[in-house]
């Protein structure tokens, strides 16, 4: 080498910090029971939540109107309906897993219970649809399910609500065992109107009420 070169050493250090290892050992089950919820009345309930749920691992959603005394299973984000109009609401979630070393988890404080009280009457209202020219009649093709006690009248208006002329059922024909497609008619009073909107008005009570499930017009 050299005479002039010089080989430069650098030295590394290292630190160790103090480590405190945790294991944890969870056992196959458990239950996670909220506070009751009550004062107010529900017919359906809806459970809104976020967990992880691995491999391997459970979570069941369960709710109770007679205070813990039966159980019965609910998925999150699915409407509910009630058996009976309920006064109080217990709601709880059971863990399971096949492996000692892992587990479902639930962020807990993000859990959010929705619970719903229908009422025994109501109106359905599409938004309005202005033509050119005047429209002199209209037939209307709809998938309902009107359960015994309850009632569904279709109304429609070309004045944009100023009137409204009930709707007159034409045929009906069965879809399945909960729906039935019914097609309605209409002749308006007066021809010029362009302005042509319809609405439902349904009747029943807090646990039978009428449905509507697609809904098609046409204009002449």
Request: net charge negative; proline share 5%; hydrophobic share 30%.
């Amino acid at each position: 080498m050299p005479e002039n070169s010089r080989v430069k050493k650098r030295k590394f250090y290292s630190r160790f910090y103090k480590v405190k290892p945790y294991g944890y050992d969870f056992q196959s089950s458990g239950t996670l029971q909220f506070q009751p919820v009550t004062g107010v009345q529900f017919t359906d309930l809806n459970i809104d939540e976020y967990s992880a749920i691995p491999e391997a691992n459970g979570l069941v959603w369960e709710y109770s109107t007679d205070g813990g005394m039966t159980w019965d299973a609910i998925v999150p984000a699915e409407e509910e309906r009630l058996p009976n109009v309920a006064a109080q609401v217990l709601v709880r979630v059971r863990f399971s897993s096949s492996l000692n070393n892992d587990t479902p988890a639930l962020n807990f404080k993000d859990v959010n219970m929705i619970g719903y009280l229908n009422k025994t009457s109501g109106i359905y209202m599409t938004r309005e649809n202005e033509l050119t020219q005047g429209v002199e009649s209209t037939k209307v093709y709809t998938q309902m399910d009107i359960p015994s006690g309850t009632t569904l009248q279709w109304f429609t208006t070309n004045n944009g609500g100023q009137t409204w002329e009930p709707m007159t059922i034409e045929s009906t024909r069965p879809i399945d065992e909960d729906w039935t497609e019914y097609t309605l008619t209409r002749t308006f009073t007066d021809p010029t109107g362009n302005k042509v909107r319809y609405k439902a008005q349904m009747t029943g009570s807090v646990l039978t009420y009428p449905r509507i499930h697609t809904l098609g017009a046409t204009l002449s």
